[in-house]
């Protein structure tokens, strides 16, 4: 049995940031209501923290910015992520669509598209983050399965179709045993079968490049926007970003290379003029 063939999909890279090869900071927001290492701080308060590194990234030029409870550790599995996540999330992707003139997406971890389609749709996100969109993988939160066909299904009850779907192809923080018997070109066809807008590479860990054969392949299986996940800094920005579309940065523009750091304007300054020497070189287009 063929699979059958899709009309081509806008690229959602250029609908939501207008320019080549988007550059898009992350706001790890401190530890929120719910999880282990929240103190009670008032909901201000992350708000306030949220906005000083949105305000940071904006001010270095990022063209986009990416929402993520990333100090709720230990991770908790979608289907246990708590209302009090999304309400604070929420709250604090409200406060960064109104000050920080920037597309803004949501990652709810581990996993939570549901809970991120939520957010965005009612704090005006663009866009949402899938660490595992289609197959499944054994996770530090466990066996975490493809949110796909749950996620798309409730996106279409929200009639938030614009929201757009950002997914790796091969998560970080996994082992991919469950599907070692499956090429990586495969998997990048299933994301694509399963309906995502744009396909992240991204390396094992926080913080890890990604390797640039792991890019080549899911690029040249997909017609889609293929953007890196991790690992991108000023010194490897020239070619690593010959080979992709865009990129999502956080540890490497904090201060000391640090993810739970706050964002160094002066590395995310650096950053940005070596992705915008790539922008003006004649190859930068991937093939």
């Given at each position: 049995?063929?699979?059958?063939?899709?009309?081509?999909?806008?690229?959602?890279?250029?609908?939501?940031?207008?320019?080549?090869?988007?550059i898009i900071g992350m706001v790890h927001l401190r530890p929120l209501p719910g999880?282990?290492?929240?103190?009670?701080?008032?909901?201000?308060?992350?708000?306030?923290?949220?906005?000083?590194?949105?305000?940071?990234?904006?001010?270095?030029?990022?063209?986009?910015?990416?929402?993520?409870?990333?100090?709720?550790?230990?991770?908790?599995?979608?289907?246990?992520?708590?209302?009090?996540?999304?309400?604070?999330?929420?709250?604090?992707?409200?406060?960064?669509?109104?000050?920080?003139?920037?597309?803004?997406?949501?990652?709810?971890?581990?996993?939570?598209?549901?809970?991120?389609?939520?957010?965005?749709?009612?704090?005006?996100?663009?866009?949402?983050?899938?660490?595992?969109?289609?197959?499944?993988?054994?996770?530090?939160?466990?066996?975490?399965?493809?949110?796909?066909?749950?996620?798309?299904?409730?996106?279409?009850?929200?009639?938030?179709?614009?929201?757009?779907?950002?997914?790796?192809?091969?998560?970080?923080?996994?082992?991919?045993?469950?599907?070692?018997?499956?090429?990586?070109?495969?998997?990048?066809?299933?994301?694509?079968?399963?309906?995502?807008?744009?396909?992240?590479?991204?390396?094992?860990?926080?913080?890890?490049?990604?390797?640039?054969?792991?890019?080549?392949?899911?690029?040249?299986?997909?017609?889609?926007?293929?953007?890196?996940?991790?690992?991108?800094?000023?010194?490897?920005?020239?070619?690593?970003?010959?080979?992709?579309?865009?990129?999502?940065?956080?540890?490497?523009?904090?201060?000391?290379?640090?993810?739970?750091?706050?964002?160094?304007?002066?590395?995310?300054?650096?950053?940005?003029?070596?992705?915008?020497?790539?922008?003006?070189?004649?190859?930068?287009?991937?093939?």
């Amino acid at each position: 049995m063929r699979e059958p063939v899709f009309p081509p999909k806008p690229d959602s890279l250029r609908e939501i940031f207008g320019v080549p090869k988007p550059i898009i900071g992350m706001v790890h927001l401190r530890p929120l209501p719910g999880a282990p290492r929240y103190d009670g701080e008032r909901i201000n308060g992350i708000i306030d923290g949220a906005l000083a590194d949105a305000a940071a990234w904006h001010q270095g030029g990022v063209d986009g910015l990416l929402m993520e409870n990333g100090w709720d550790l230990p991770f908790a599995k979608p289907d246990d992520i708590g209302h009090e996540t999304v309400a604070t999330m929420t709250a604090v992707g409200v406060a960064l669509v109104r000050e920080i003139p920037l597309p803004l997406g949501v990652n709810c971890l581990a996993n939570g598209v549901k809970p991120a389609l939520a957010i965005a749709k009612a704090c005006g996100a663009r866009f949402v983050r899938a660490n595992q969109w289609v197959n499944a993988y054994v996770a530090n939160e466990g066996f975490v399965e493809g949110a796909a066909p749950a996620a798309l299904r409730y996106r279409a009850w929200l009639r938030a179709q614009d929201i757009r779907v950002f997914a790796d192809v091969h998560v970080k923080h996994g082992s991919h045993a469950i599907v070692g018997d499956r090429s990586l070109a495969e998997q990048t066809r299933d994301a694509l079968f399963f309906d995502a807008d744009v396909l992240i590479a991204t390396g094992q860990r926080t913080g890890d490049a990604a390797d640039t054969e792991e890019i080549r392949d899911i690029a040249s299986a997909s017609p889609l926007p293929v953007i890196i996940g991790s690992g991108l800094t000023a010194g490897n920005a020239a070619s690593l970003l010959r080979l992709a579309d865009g990129a999502i940065v956080g540890s490497w523009a904090k201060r000391g290379g640090v993810w739970w750091n706050p964002v160094d304007g002066e590395r995310v300054r650096r950053l940005m003029d070596a992705v915008r020497g790539v922008r003006q070189a004649p190859e930068s287009r991937r093939p």
